[in-house]
């Protein structure tokens, strides 16, 4: 429920040193003051990108994607988003993301990630993709076979994944192999850069960062901390469920404690939320973060806490129909099914994110009357954009189909010479239809009047 925080007021569970106060040193470079024109000067030269056609990172919507975030009761939205059409230069490729800030300078880490992880992500694209296509015309030349140790990537600072071994390059495709290395090397490219830069102090502070690149029908997701993916689909009943693509990455995954342990950091839950666990410096009960892995936070990035992103890849099919990026002040408080009937029920796709942002506002002050209310971030990515164009949400066509397959004729005598379902009306056609049949069915007056009156 909560990212970070100092424990100092909070009482640990037994067995687990007690708060010494905050004495961390740090290294003089890790901390800047932030001058007063530093962030003008960083908002003129981000201004283009702002710019961009067909990028999206304010509240809003387009044809595919409807975006929507609110600022919680803890202070400033630290929370982020966007959508990218057609990213890295090409018409079938679009990026998505949510990011989480947590700590002083959260918000300000999340929407530097939001800015230049994308960019990031999209040159070392490019460079794989040319990489990959001159040794293939070397391999071809020279008939031979190039050595794997000499073109496998490794990253010092990961752990072992497994992933990447044989296995799993014959089980997918090409496409998400290049765009699986893209997507580490981005994310160690970007969380360095945070180190370094002059005017956001990333010590204390971070994000998480659930994002993904759609190609098509290729789907490769990369994720880091506990933002979440979640997918609507049809299953062979051609009901519409929710599918989890991302995996939560909490301290409470044996893996993630391991890791982190092993690194001496500690995992420990406080008495008064048992079920958060959360990492510890070894010798102070700071920062508390319920994550582990996360841009940023290097006070902990010698105590197990990753930037590392967990990657994976879907076929998608025409079952699947839309996919909900969101930050944890949605998951908290509802469930993945919960999230997928809202979204499909909302009365227009432009306005898909807002209702689920507010149904779980509502939720939290059901749920935990005496909380404060989280950050929420919602993005809504539609795959079947070709369709439902005029706003009726995926549920809403579902059950008209029902409705009208089983109608009566349009008009008195008249037989439908095919299913009304088949068909797509605009607003204005759906009018024009209705005034027809009000002339040939024989009405009343009034209820001719009051008809008229709706549809004028």
């Known amino acids: 429920m909560g990212s970070c925080f100092s424990a100092e007021s909070r009482s640990p569970i037994p067995g687990s040193p007690s708060s010494p106060g905050l004495g961390i040193r740090k290294r003089k470079s890790s901390r800047k003051k932030l001058g007063s024109r530093n ?3 960083d908002y003129r030269r981000e201004e283009p990108l702002h710019r961009i056609p067909g990028r999206l990172f304010l509240n809003g919507s387009s044809e595919i994607a409807s975006l929507f975030t609110q600022q919680g009761k803890k202070g400033t939205n ?10 890295a230069s090409r018409a079938d490729t679009i990026f998505c993301g949510v990011f989480d800030g947590h700590g002083p300078y959260g918000h300000m880490v999340a929407k530097r990630v939001r800015d230049s992880l994308p960019l990031k992500l999209s040159s070392h694209w490019e460079v794989n993709i040319t990489s990959e296509e001159v040794l293939r015309e070397i391999s071809i030349n020279t008939a031979g076979s190039i050595n794997s140790e000499d073109t496998s990537f490794v990253s010092a600072d990961e752990e072992p994944r497994a992933s990447a071994d044989l296995e799993e ?16 090397k981005a994310f160690k490219v970007m969380d360095r850069e945070l180190r370094m830069h002059a005017t956001i102090d990333c010590f204390c502070s971070g994000t998480t960062a659930v ?41 409470n995954l044996p893996a993630e404690a391991e890791r982190i342990r ?10 008064d939320e048992p079920e958060v666990a959360r990492v510890w410096l070894p010798n102070y009960d700071s920062p508390g973060l319920a994550m582990a892995r996360a841009f940023g936070d290097f006070c902990l990035k010698d105590f197990g806490l990753i930037s590392v992103p967990d990657i994976s890849y879907r076929r998608l099919t025409d079952k699947d129909e839309f996919i909900v990026l969101a930050t944890d002040g949605i998951w908290d408080v509802l469930s993945n099914e919960e999230v997928v009937e809202i979204v499909a029920s909302a ?27 989280d950050d929420c971030a919602v993005v809504c990515l539609f795959l079947d954009s070709n369709s439902n164009t005029n706003g009726i949400s995926t549920s809403s066509t579902f059950k008209m189909k029902e409705q009208l397959t089983s109608a009566q004729p349009a008009c008195p005598g008249q037989e439908l010479s095919e299913p009304l379902v088949m068909k797509k009306y605009t ?30």
């Open 39 to 41: 962030p003008s000067f």
């Open 78 to 87: 630290q929370d982020a988003m966007i959508v990218w059409e057609n990213f």
């Open 169 to 184: 390059t014959e089980k997918f495709p090409e496409f998400f192999q290049t765009l699986k290395e893209s997507f580490l």
């Open 211 to 251: 994002t993904l690149i759609k190609q098509g029908q290729h789907l490769v997701i990369g994720n880091v901390g506990d933002s979440r993916a979640v997918l609507g689909t049809r299953d062979k009943d051609d009901s519409l469920v929710a599918m989890q693509l991302t995996v939560d990455l909490k301290p």
């Open 262 to 271: 092993k690194c001496k950091g500690r995992v420990f839950a406080l008495h």
């Open 347 to 373: 009365p227009a796709r432009s306005s898909a994110a807002r209702s689920l942002v507010e149904s779980a506002v509502r939720a939290w002050r059901r749920k935990y009357p005496t909380s404060k209310v």
């Open 427 to 456: 607003l204005k056609k759906v009018k024009m239809m209705l005034r027809s049949w009000t002339i040939q069915i024989q009405i009343g007056p009034l209820l001719k009047e009051c008809l008229v009156l709706i549809l004028s």
